[in-house]
């Protein structure tokens, strides 16, 4: 018989015997859910990888320094750095309160930094304009603030409360951020009044492509690097500065490290003694994490395969016993053991076919129902084709045996079968 004959031939039995098929194609189809809700899972947690790789930035390291850096020593520092680098000054928090419309803003903070903040991790809509050099240079009294969307969870925002000398009660930040649109409204830092000329509109939880540990702790108002300082003149000796350095090549991390100890000491002492935080080893913690889960999950879709390929191999035996003297008469009439050992595997691979398509689309299902964001999953094609070969390999590998001892049987013993 030729292929097309034995498909259609499997067809019809497949057809002919309904709850028996149905037994072995839901057997595949529960095996299959599984695989393909975990390989879709696993494939976005390695898309996400990737998108918080590209926007945290190549051979990026961190430290920080307990004292101030000046201007003039931002460009020494810079000209050392590999070409190309990317530096950014962060200052520590302000501790001055702020105010709007005379009413105290509760959880929001301030920091200073410099126009290169935005270089990575920028995850954010920008509303207005951000911060530039002129600003720095100028000390312009501007600030960029960030707006939070409305989200069903809440984030954990540390809390501080206070009221005002006159008992006006305090306005929460995000309520404030909510209800008015702040660009080029004033906000009172300490005796300071602060133009907002950017919103940086954070984006959902489900939706930010950074590592959890570079998202936003809480509420800010960025300033820029030298006003901060202005406003924390009588202190700013006492608070630490953050410093990131962006390569943009993984080979001049260590490089860029070696320059960044040099000059700390070089400036401030041979007591200084920065620890450097490298952007690759997150990312490797987190590529070990997605390992470890694949590994945990794929144990379980394997699992349920087996059990869904004991199933098809089960039925498939009861379907030989069934059909024995079927197999005889065939065999009298001319059909090779090479025939009846196709039928069976085709056969079964059909009903592999079937349940391995149901099981994507009850995979599907599942992750609709489980999945926070559906429209941020990524269903790459390699996961359909995967998913298929699964449940058609499967399918074959169980079925084999029992299509083996079906070919095997001789016409005269199968004929005599009752």
Not at 33 to 50: C, G, H, N
Not at 207 to 230: K, V
Not at 270 to 278: A, G, N, S, T, W
Request: hydrophobic share 45%; glycine share 6%; charged share 20%.
């Amino acid at each position: 018989m030729t292929l097309p004959d034995l498909v259609l031939t499997s067809w019809d039995e497949i057809k002919a015997h309904k709850l028996r098929s149905f037994l072995s194609f839901f057997a595949i189809a529960i095996g299959i859910a599984t695989f393909f809700y975990t390989l879709s899972i696993l494939s976005q947690r390695y898309s996400t990888i990737d998108k918080a790789v590209e926007i945290g930035g190549k051979g990026r390291i961190s430290t920080s320094t307990e004292n101030a850096i000046s201007l003039t020593q931002y460009k020494d520092f810079l000209y050392l750095l590999p070409k190309g680098s990317s530096l950014s000054l962060t200052t520590d928090w302000g501790w001055n309160e702020i105010f709007y419309k005379s009413r105290f803003v509760n959880n929001l903070s301030f920091k200073g930094v410099l126009p290169t903040w935005k270089d990575v991790d920028f995850a954010y809509k920008l509303e207005g304009r951000f911060i530039n050099w002129q600003d720095v240079q100028n000390h312009h009294r501007i600030g960029v603030i960030m707006s939070f969307p409305r989200e069903k969870k809440k984030r954990n925002f540390p809390v501080y409360t206070a009221i005002s000398d006159d008992g006006i009660p305090p306005i929460d930040f995000q309520e404030l951020t909510c209800r008015n649109n702040l660009l080029n409204q004033n906000l009172q830092v300490g005796n300071e009044q602060i133009t907002i000329v950017g919103i940086l509109h954070v984006p959902p939880i489900e939706q930010d492509p950074r590592f959890s540990r570079y998202r936003d702790p809480t509420p800010l108002l960025l300033l820029p690097y030298t006003t901060w300082q202005d406003l924390q003149f009588s202190f700013r000796d006492n608070f630490s500065t953050d410093i990131r350095i962006v390569t943009g090549k993984e080979s001049l991390a260590n490089s860029a490290a070696a320059q960044t100890i040099s000059f700390l000491r070089s400036q401030f002492g041979k007591e200084e003694k920065p620890k450097i935080k490298f952007f690759r080893d997150d990312v490797r913690e987190n590529t070990k994490a997605a390992y470890q889960d694949l590994k945990n999950m794929l144990l379980l879709g394997f699992i349920a395969m087996i059990a869904g390929g004991i199933g098809i191999m089960n039925v498939t035996l009861a379907v030989i016993y069934s059909r024995t003297k079927e197999i005889g008469i065939r065999r009298a009439l001319g059909a090779t053991r090479k025939d009846i050992l196709f039928q069976f595997l085709i056969e079964a691979m059909l009903l592999g076919l079937c349940g391995s398509i149901a099981g994507m689309f009850l995979g599907y299902c599942v992750l609709l129902y489980i999945a926070q964001n559906v429209f941020q999953m990524t269903f790459s094609w390699w996961v359909v084709v995967l998913s298929i070969f699964i449940g058609l390999s499967t399918s074959f590998l169980f079925a084999l045996y029992p299509a083996w001892q079906a070919a095997k049987l001789k016409p005269v013993d199968a004929l005599k079968y009752e």
